[in-house]
């Protein structure tokens, strides 16, 4: 890198130096004049005129021809690259309508199931509910029906009590008095003593 | 280039008939011919870039659409939206500038842009143009531009002239910005060239410190490279700002 700056630094002074001597060595290098500023020759002229044609017919090739092809490809690009995104712009759409229907229709099943549900349970326990009613009301009138019974028994075995009562007392009364005694009155007396015992 | 000892930097511009009496009595020099060559350049470049009229490009379509653009996007942003009527001329102007500008710096050719009747042709040519399309789009009102407005009236006098004249020179600065960039840029390749030359003649030592103007023109070649493209920019971009000027209302 150093060697290179030293080399282009020498070079640079040498070639300055040297272009001044040259200036000097060579004053007729100018004198000439610039060809570009010799109006009297007809070439220097003469470029005006081709370079008009030569431009006027570069300008209607390119305007006419190249420009509208370039352009027509570059419009072409950016339809196909907008077409292409509404397509997938529709297609997502039609994508997020699917899940939302999707998801919809979960949605109602799972309502439906839930109601399904509810509705057998429901139905469950109206027939178990019943069921136990039945139950109860069986067992009810089954004990109503033994208490029936009971009562009935107990009646019974009272009527039996009193038979035995009066012969009970109508023996202790012929045994203590040696009298049978009337057996009507004997019965009403133990009817009074079941009356005010109040059994 | 450099004839003996003594250094020809003129020489290279200038104008050699092309086919003998035929190129003398037609006027036709190498001048025309390399503005055939740059034109026929730039249409078979945008010609084989757009052959596939591919959606998705190769580089070399890639390269054509970049061009294309670029000017389209300029003619556009400056001149704004008649900007489309004017960018094939604009398109013209900016490659044939740049054409004839790259095509120069190629060894043994020739630089058209290097002659002031080309370049102030064309500035004449966009000169023209803008002065049309304002007569056109503004009518009589163009000529109210020479007097800027809310100036005050007591320096009409000093501001009329001042703005006519600063509009007539436009082409004058035109032309010669482009003139003057390309034969400076070439008289200076000549120089180095020829001082390479002329050390050679001093043996050895002349030929290690050649290296010096070697390097130099070297240099001065991406040089030219980066003034050609700016100056063919400038050129343009300046007829669009000029051309916005006309079409605003």
């Known amino acids: ?199 | 280039m450099a004839g003996g000892s003594s250094i020809d930097v003129l020489g290279q511009f200038e104008l050699h008939p092309v086919l003998g009496g035929l190129g003398e009595a037609l006027r036709f020099s190498q001048s025309p011919l390399y503005m055939i060559l740059a034109a026929c350049l730039v249409l078979a470049f945008l010609y084989f870039g757009m052959r596939p009229a591919a959606v998705v490009p190769g580089r070399f379509q890639a390269a054509a659409e970049v061009c294309y653009e670029f000017i389209h996007s300029m003619a556009v942003d400056t001149i704004g939206p008649e900007g489309t009527a004017f960018f094939p001329f604009i398109f013209t102007l900016f490659f044939f500038i740049l054409a004839g500008n790259y095509i120069g710096l190629l060894p043994f050719s020739f630089t058209f842009t290097s002659h002031i009747a080309v370049t102030l042709g064309l500035a004449v040519m966009v000169f023209l143009l803008t002065v049309i399309v304002s007569l056109k789009v503004q009518g009589f009102r163009f000529f109210a531009h020479f007097m800027p407005a809310g100036a005050s009236m007591f320096l009409a006098p000093l501001l009329i002239p001042i703005e006519i004249l600063s509009f007539l020179s436009r082409p004058v600065s035109l032309s010669i910005r482009l003139f003057a960039n390309m034969v400076a840029g070439h008289v200076m390749f000549d120089i180095f060239a020829s001082f390479v030359i002329m050390l050679a003649g001093f043996g050895v030592v002349g030929d290690v410190f050649a290296i010096g103007p070697i390097a130099i023109n070297m240099a001065l070649v991406a040089l030219e490279l980066l003034v050609g493209v700016l100056q063919a920019y400038v050129f343009a971009i300046l007829t669009c700002i000029y051309l916005r000027e006309a079409v605003a209302h």
Not at chain 1, 71 to 80: A, F, I, P, Q, T
Not at chain 1, 150 to 161: D, H, V
């Open chain 1, 1 to 199: 890198m150093g060697v290179m700056m030293k080399i282009v630094r020498a070079g640079l002074l040498a070639t300055v130096s040297g272009v001044s001597l040259l200036v000097m060595a060579a004053p007729g290098a100018y004198a000439a004049g610039m060809p570009q500023l010799d109006f009297h020759n007809p070439l220097v002229t003469g470029q005006v005129i081709w370079g008009a044609v030569i431009f006027l017919g570069f300008y209607l090739v390119l305007s006419q021809v190249m420009l509208p092809r370039v352009g027509r490809v570059l419009e072409d690009r950016s339809k196909r690259i907008s077409g292409d995104l509404d397509v997938a712009r529709s297609a997502k759409q039609d994508a997020d309508k699917a899940v939302a229907e999707l998801q919809q229709a979960r949605k109602d099943a799972m309502a439906e199931a839930q109601a399904n549900l509810q509705k057998t349970l429901d139905a469950e326990q109206q027939a178990a509910d019943q069921k136990l009613a039945e139950i109860n009301a069986r067992l009810s009138a089954e004990i109503a029906d033994a208490e029936k019974r009971i009562a009935a028994e107990k009646a019974q075995a009272f009527g039996t009590l009193k038979e035995i009562a009066a012969d009970t007392t109508q023996a202790l009364v012929s045994r203590l008095t040696g009298v049978a005694p009337d057996a009507q009155l004997v019965a009403q007396k133990v009817d009074g003593a079941i009356a005010h015992q109040n059994i």
